[in-house]
């Protein structure tokens, strides 16, 4: 008995899940009409589409403010999964969220150019952009005025000025970039097992190299090998002897920011993996087939080391975009900042006024990350619906003072009022300054194993294995930005599993 009642429990929490997520695509696909902006209100320019920006959009009151959003990109990319999309375990359109979708759903409507801002002129507060894309029509620059700037642009990818880096490796920052390595790969297999292929250049073009052994490099190293055991070995047997993946890291080891013990783990399991490390290395220079680097032995004595490779990844962290970089260079107290804008504990942008800066463009003293990114954007979402309402109540504080001359039988009412409106201000003025709250650390490392620098109870867990690779899946399926992405995500894990990954090179 007790047996059939867990059951039916079992079908009626089923049913009530589906019945939520029906509601929830429901909604999604009639949403309510938006309330159009408003010209006279402030206009509030979100620069950037990422997880800085689009945390901040999500929890803003649109209908405070004229809102409007550039980015070059029209949708928000879920990068921690982006290395899977490199091997086809994950398809890319499962991590993408159209901008446009997500703007819908605001109370206000939301103005969204695609284009790229080039300039920003803090004096006649305007900032230029460009459609950089494909299509051009008769109108490609302007400029945007606003009267509240928010930075939320990102990075690139820091090469160190290193000769033939942007000729000839990989990136992996943006969708394309994973598009470009899945190809890629697939095409030095199919060159490889080209008839009368000479076995220096199988060697060669079955050795996949990586640059950087912080997450990113680790990540896709993982996931290349999983690729190569678990779908291209069974499908291309006569050169699957010759695939090699190579890490080559500056510094003595890999992920620098985990704990100790994870970085051993990380490492004795790449060996497992039959993955190369190579640290204490440094890449000096590449050309169209060679990565050369200067390693450095345990007794300090310095050698060459030439490796030939077929792909090359560089994932070597962040570089200060150029139209950052301008405007640093137009502030005099950003003189002495090298990797971003510098900010105050509000997210200002030191030595402006009504700009504010957000996620990796941001030198607010934090790792350049989602997780610092999103909890950014959370706090300036609070801070500028805040200021609205400020405005809204010192406003009607103000009228209902003007009247108390003229309705002198009703004094003690409007004093009471305003006795109300004064309270409300005060608890709304009283904004903590921004506070980063490290949930932890996570990172795949192939095989089915990730490790995890977890925060518990104010205290620091390091777990690895099979079990923490379940809470990896887990951890980020929900930080999915929508149920679609969720269930997409889901799909895509099923269905490399049960088929094996599409080796089609498109
Ligand atoms: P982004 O998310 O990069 O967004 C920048 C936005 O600005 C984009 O929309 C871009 O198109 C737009 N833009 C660029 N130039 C301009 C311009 N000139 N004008 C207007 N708009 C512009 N962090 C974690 O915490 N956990 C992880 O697991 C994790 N995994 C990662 C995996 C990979 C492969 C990578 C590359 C990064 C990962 N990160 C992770 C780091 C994380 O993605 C970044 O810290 C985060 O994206 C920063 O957010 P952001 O909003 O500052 O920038
Ligand atoms: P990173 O800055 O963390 O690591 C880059 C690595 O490249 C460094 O260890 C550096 O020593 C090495 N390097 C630099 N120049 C080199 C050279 N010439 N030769 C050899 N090695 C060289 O960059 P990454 O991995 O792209 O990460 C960027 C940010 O995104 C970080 O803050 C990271 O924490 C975050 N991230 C987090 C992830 C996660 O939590 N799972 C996944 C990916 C990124």
């Given at each position: 008995r007790t047996l059939r009642w867990a059951w039916r429990l079992g079908y009626l929490s089923a049913l009530a899940g589906v019945a939520y997520i029906g509601y929830g695509v429901y909604q999604d696909r009639h949403p309510e009409p938006q309330i159009e902006p408003d010209p006279t209100k402030k206009t509030l320019v979100i620069l950037g589409t990422g997880w800085g920006s689009v945390s901040l959009l999500k929890r803003l009151d649109t209908e405070n403010y004229n809102v409007i959003v550039i980015s070059p990109r029209n949708y928000f990319l879920f990068t921690p999964l982006l290395p899977s999309c490199t091997t086809g375990t994950i398809e890319h359109r499962s991590i993408m969220e159209p901008i446009r979708t997500i703007l819908r759903a605001k109370k206000a409507s939301v103005r969204?150019?695609?284009?790229?801002?080039?300039?920003?002129?803090?004096?006649?507060?305007?900032?230029?952009?460009?459609?950089?894309?494909?299509?051009?029509?008769?109108?490609?620059?302007?400029?945007?005025?606003?009267?509240?700037?928010?930075?939320?642009?990102?990075?690139?990818?820091?090469?160190?000025?290193?000769?033939?880096?942007?000729?000839?490796?990989?990136?992996?920052?943006?969708?394309?970039?994973?598009?470009?390595?899945?190809?890629?790969?697939?095409?030095?297999?199919?060159?490889?097992?080209?008839?009368?292929?000479?076995?220096?250049?199988?060697?060669?073009?079955?050795?996949?190299?990586?640059?950087?052994?912080?997450?990113?490099?680790?990540?896709f190293a993982g996931e290349l090998q999983d690729f190569f055991e678990e779908d291209i070995k069974k499908l291309v047997p006569e050169i699957s002897d010759r695939f090699r993946v190579t890490l080559i890291e500056a510094l003595p080891n890999v992920l620098p920011s985990f704990s100790k013990q994870l970085i051993e783990y990380t490492e004795s399991t790449f060996k497992e993996e039959k993955i190369n490390i190579h640290t204490k290395t440094m890449v000096q220079k590449v050309t169209d087939k060679t990565v050369e680097a200067l390693a450095t032995g345990p007794d300090g004595t310095k050698e060459k080391i030439v490796f030939p490779y077929g792909l090359l990844v560089w994932a070597t962290g962040n570089a200060v975009r150029p139209v950052v970089k301008d405007l640093m260079s137009r502030i005099p107290a950003q003189k002495n900042s090298r990797r971003g804008l510098a900010v105050n504990e509000y997210l200002v942008v030191q030595g402006t006024r009504d700009i504010w800066a957000v996620g990796d463009c941001a030198v607010a003293g934090y790792a350049p990350t989602a997780q610092v990114a999103s909890q950014e954007g959370n706090f300036l979402a609070r801070l500028l619906n805040n200021m609205a309402k400020t405005e809204a109540l010192e406003s009607k504080i103000r009228e209902l003072s003007s009247t108390l001359?003229?309705?002198?039988?009703?004094?003690?009412?409007?004093?009471?009022?305003?006795?109300?409106?004064?309270?409300?201000?005060?608890?709304?003025?009283?904004v903590k300054p921004f506070h980063y709250s490290h949930q932890g650390s996570?990172?795949?490392?192939?095989?089915?194993?990730?490790?995890?620098?977890?925060?518990?109870?104010?205290?620091?867990?390091?777990?690895?294995?099979?079990?923490?690779?379940?809470?990896?899946?887990?951890?980020?399926?929900?930080?999915?930005?929508?149920?679609?992405?969720?269930?997409?995500?889901?799909?895509?894990?099923?269905?490399?599993?049960?088929?094996?990954?599409?080796?089609?090179?498109?």
């Open positions: 969204f150019y695609e284009a790229e801002a080039s300039s920003i002129d803090p004096d006649r507060k305007v900032v230029r952009i460009f459609d950089n894309s494909e299509v051009k029509g008769d109108m490609t620059e302007t400029e945007v005025p606003y009267d509240m700037l928010v930075i939320g642009v990102g990075a690139e990818n820091a090469t160190f000025g290193i000769p033939g880096v942007r000729e000839h490796s990989c990136f992996l920052k943006e969708i394309g970039d994973a598009q470009n390595i899945r190809k890629r790969i697939m095409d030095c297999v199919e060159t490889a097992a080209f008839k009368d292929q000479s076995p220096e250049e199988i060697d060669r073009l079955m050795h996949m190299v990586v640059v950087g052994g912080g997450p990113t490099g680790v990540e001359n003229l309705e002198p039988g009703n004094t003690a009412e409007i004093s009471r009022q305003i006795e109300e409106y004064e309270r409300q201000l005060r608890r709304i003025k009283d996570l990172a795949y490392i192939g095989s089915e194993k990730a490790v995890a620098d977890v925060t518990w109870f104010n205290g620091n867990v390091a777990a690895a294995g099979g079990l923490t690779y379940l809470f990896w899946r887990s951890a980020y399926l929900s930080m999915c930005f929508s149920t679609r992405n969720r269930l997409l995500v889901i799909n895509d894990w099923i269905k490399s599993k049960a088929f094996g990954r599409d080796l089609s090179r498109e």
